[in-house]
Nanobody
């Protein structure tokens, strides 16, 4: 099983990007998913999350600008980022709890490799 984050890039202030976090391999489902970011020289912070119950939550710094969503058929979670600002520049990581089979209710934690978002004019 692999978790692949993608969609980062260079964007001007005020612009938008959509990050993807896709699980590949033999899995039953993605349950909880978190997006984190780590700016240079700073700690990794939680940005947005999707709980196993389907609710979402966001860091105060991104509320109203970022939206987390999912496509269960594709085992993919998205982070739509609007009104990006230079302070959003960071490497963005996804982390997911994954179930391998319908019978096995254990969840296994995986991390994506990170995707760089640079907001600059």
């Amino acid at each position: 099983v692999q978790l692949q984050a993608s969609g980062g890039g260079l964007v001007q202030p005020g612009g938008s990007l959509t990050l993807s976090c896709a699980a590949s391999g033999s899995i039953f489902s993605i349950t909880a998913v978190d997006w984190y970011r780590q700016a240079p020289g700073k700690q990794r912070d939680l940005v947005a999350l999707f709980t196993s119950g389907g609710s979402t939550d966001y860091a105060d710094s991104v509320k109203g600008r970022f939206t987390i969503s999912r496509d269960n058929a594709k085992n993919t979670v998205y982070l739509q980022m609007n009104s990006l600002q230079p302070e959003d520049t960071a490497v963005y990581y996804c982390a997911a709890n994954i179930r391998y089979t319908a019978r096995d209710k254990n969840e296994y934690r995986y991390w994506g490799q990170g995707t760089l978002v640079t907001v600059s004019s």
